[in-house]
């Protein structure tokens, strides 16, 4: 009984964290990448699939603006406070706050693999596969998303966090590389964007180039290894925040 409740209470809070969205910026979200894809279709038409894992990125960047100030904002605003009044743990309130941004990423993804399925007019389960893989990167964002916006207070520094870091992770990592800090292979930065496993022959002679072992695998694992330790780290420094100030 106890469990269910418990499932009851994450779900109210899970459906007022998607209110708080608004159906609004959803849908500018929605045609925008509609128009984006329509556009890519219309010029790159012979390629349109291999095009369409430049798009995840950018479903992180929504993500950061739509979710970036999760916590922080109303911490800001004081609305976190009304939450706090109520007979409801905190692990509650940021496990919905979590689900809520994974459930808006989900929608994205199979968004657009609907489209694209639809103006090629054939399933193609090796695209959809891959791009599902390709995604894998957006989930532990939106986990550090949420740890961000738990550890500081002000959204605008935030935001510019998730975005520097998802914009610049390659390069950091590129520059790591280059000075022989091998070691930042076992990081999340260069596993933000799995558009490097394209090229696979330029990939593996950097591999050898440099003595690392970079790959799609290695990346899943780490992404998610991260996801969970910043999911419990944002929880730990959540259920212990001071929010009267």
Known sequence: MNKLYTIYVIFKLLINEIKKVGIIKILISLITFLIVILFIYKTRKEDVLSTSYSLIPFIGIYMIIFYGGSISSEIENGSLKYYLTKPIKRWKIYLSKLLSIYLYLIMIIFYILFIYLVIIDKIDYSFIIKFIKYS???????????FISTSIKNTAVCI???????????LISQVFFGIEFNIIEYTFLPYLDFNIFNDINALN???????????????????????IFFYYLGNIIFINKDVKN
Do not use: Q, R, W
């Open 205 to 227: 002679e950097m591999n050898n180039e440099l003595g690392i072992h970079l790959s799609m695998k290695s990346g899943i694992i780490i992404d998610i290894i991260y996801m």
């Open 160 to 170: 510019g966090i998730d975005i520097f870091i998802l914009t610049f992770s390659t």
């Open 136 to 146: 894998v990167p957006l989930f532990f964002m939106a986990t550090f998303i949420l």
